[in-house]
């Protein structure tokens, strides 16, 4: 299930990034890194169920720091 919500959410993201690229819409930008965010969150938890805790920490901690940049700046 992570799995199939890690490709649903990278092709969104390259999806809207292309779009963005193309047509110079800035506004775009915050959804990109909330979803890029959610991303990196999905992937993390994938290396936790695999056993890679140190990965998993830090995909958590990038995911967070995504998250306090996109809502704090």
Do not use: C
């Not at 994938?46 to 056993?51: A, V």
């Amino acid at each position: 299930m992570l799995k199939g919500l890690r490709m649903v959410l990278a092709i969104i993201v390259v999806t809207m990034a292309g779009y963005g690229l193309l047509t110079d819409q800035h506004w775009l930008l915050p959804y990109l890194l909330f979803l890029m965010g959610l991303n990196l969150l999905v992937m993390a938890l994938e290396e936790f169920q695999r056993g890679k805790v140190v990965y998993g920490y830090l995909g958590v901690g990038g995911s967070l720091f995504l998250m306090v940049v996109l809502f704090f700046l």
